[in-house]
């Protein structure tokens, strides 16, 4: 399925091998952490950038191969965070000499553009990345080095980055933000003596290379004919890895900070069940596809019955896609309208239906409803994340809190009382959210290590105190 946070990769081969198709791979690997547009760059040559899926243009990868054949390369799958869902701001953008794909959001990007001089910024004009790159650019021609320019950049940049950049001297870099907010990793191949950085380790796999580990916060790679190099640019020690990632954005082959996502998954399931035991159900069933490993573990964990209740529809052009990654509302719905139940399998029982997630309520709302329809006599529904209450301006995109299922427009609630708001909502006979602390346990990292900000509603780790947005300044549309 498809739709997160973009993905990035970047890959050099110190044989010379042609990498392009193995940056194709990547991508496709990285695809469920952007389904909107997609893009490769090489040295000396203008981005190439499609809209849509990267299997949307098989017909073209031998062609692209052929032109783009190159030993270095960088990569982007796009899920808009800042910015319009336009070819214009699909990645990698090439501002001068340099070339740039990103992972994350520029919460300041206004401020940011004020240093970069010119037209201020609108996400109706540009993206955040466009902003970063353009004064990482003249950062560099005053400095002279990328790590120097990224150690002033972080001072002046406030949010969640991490970039792959090519420069027209055949070198690939990979930077990863100071707290770690999104997952980079770092893998080589060695029949081909050849580095590849990319978001997750799904992409590392999919080329034939080997995780080496995860490319450390505030880190900066280089890889070019000397072969690896790498130096910091941050001497911050404190973490935020987004939670988010572990429950729902990551792929579940992938490893970041030392831990399996598909096992992470299914130990959230295991500490789930014992946070709220539904002995009584008759079935467990899974919100596919993402809810799987956790539904499983859940089940498992109490001794009730794991069964398939709802499937996603493979065949029409968006059924397959991820719907809360959709920049559109009526696609995200018509996503979920296309999840079909089997009644021989739900009618007559009590159903606990685990998901990973219940950020705007679409997909709970129109689950439920099938359900229902379907004859289920009691439903029961437990979602692996805390409540999100507070907009992420860390690289996923619920800019604003209006749109989330927890909003109580400005009526003050306890947790008790804003479930209750949502349980009805969507309809449910029971609702439980998980919470921070059985999260991070589950997965074995620390709380404190870990970016909650949209259940907390503390930025801390982010550094700013938000005005919290529309839409519309930060999408453009
Ligand atoms: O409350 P909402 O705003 O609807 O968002 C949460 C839902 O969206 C995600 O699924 P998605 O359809 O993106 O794909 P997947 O589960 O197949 O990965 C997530 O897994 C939840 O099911
Ligand atoms: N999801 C992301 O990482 C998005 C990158 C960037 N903020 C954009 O909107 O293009
Ligand atoms: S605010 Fe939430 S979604 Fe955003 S980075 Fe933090 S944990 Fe992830
Ligand atoms: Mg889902």
Redesign the pocket.
């Known amino acids: 399925m498809v739709k997160?946070?973009?993905g990035v990769v970047g890959i050099f081969s110190l044989s010379g091998t042609n990498v392009v198709p193995m940056a194709i791979d990547a991508l496709r690997a990285l695809q469920h952490?952007?389904q909107e547009a997609w893009g490769v760059a090489i040295p000396n040559k203008e981005p190439l950038k499609r809209l849509g899926l990267v299997s949307g243009a098989s017909s073209e990868f031998k062609k692209i191969c052929e032109e783009y054949a190159s030993p270095a390369v960088i990569g982007h799958v796009?899920?808009?965070?800042?910015?319009r869902s336009t070819l214009e701001?699909?990645?990698p953008l090439k501002v001068k000499d340099l070339c740039i794909a990103?992972?994350?959001?520029?919460a300041n990007v206004q401020e940011l553009s004020n240093l970069v001089g010119g037209c201020s910024f609108t996400p109706q004009n540009a993206?955040?990345?466009l902003v970063a790159a353009q004064r990482l650019v003249s950062l560099i021609s005053e400095n002279g080095q990328m790590g120097k320019a990224l150690s002033i950049l972080k001072n002046e940049m406030v949010g969640?980055y991490?970039f792959t950049f090519i420069s027209d001297d055949n070198s690939v870099f990979a930077a990863r933000d100071p707290k770690g907010f999104?997952p980079m990793v770092l893998g080589y191949k060695e029949s081909d003596d050849t580095y590849i950085v990319a978001s997750e380790s799904s992409a590392v796999s999919a080329v034939g290379a080997k995780l080496q580990r995860d490319v450390k916060p505030g880190e900066l790679i280089k890889l070019s004919k000397n072969g690896l190099e790498t130096e910091r640019f941050s001497e911050d020690t404190s973490r935020a890895h987004c939670s988010f990632e572990f429950t729902y954005f990551a792929h579940p082959s992938s490893n970041m900070e030392g831990a399996n996502i598909y096992i992470s998954r299914k130990n959230i399931g295991r500490f789930l069940a014992k946070k709220f035991p539904i002995r009584d159900a008759d079935l467990v069933i899974p919100v596919p596809d993402s809810a799987r490993p956790a539904a499983l573990g859940y089940a498992q964990e109490l001794g009730i019955t794991f069964d398939e209740g709802l499937l996603k529809d493979r065949y029409s052009k968006k059924g397959p896609l991820r719907s809360f990654i959709e920049p559109h509302q009526s696609d995200r719905i018509e996503i979920n309208r296309w999840i079909i139940p089997i009644k021989e399998i739900i009618a007559g029982k009590h159903v606990v239906v685990i998901d990973d997630s219940l950020v705007r309520g679409t997909s709970s709302k129109a689950i439920i409803q099938a359900l229902r329809r379907a004859g289920a006599k009691k439903i029961s529904m437990v979602i692996t994340y805390p409540p999100i209450k507070f907009p992420c301006y860390a690289?996923?995109?619920f800019p604003s809190q209006d749109e989330l299922a927890t909003f109580s427009d400005g009526k003050v609630m306890n947790e008790a009382e804003l479930t209750e708001m949502v349980r009805k909502s969507i309809g449910a006979d029971f609702l439980g959210y998980n919470d921070a602390e059985n999260l991070a346990a589950a997965v074995g990292i620390p709380k404190d290590s870990m970016c909650f900000t949209c259940s907390s509603g503390n930025y801390d780790s982010l550094g700013i105190t938000p005005e919290f947005k529309t839409r519309l300044e930060m999408k453009g549309e």
């Open positions: 997160e946070n973009c952490r952007g796009r899920y808009s965070t800042m910015g701001n699909a990645q990103h992972n994350g959001t520029i993206s955040d990345t969640s991490c999104r690289g996923i995109d």
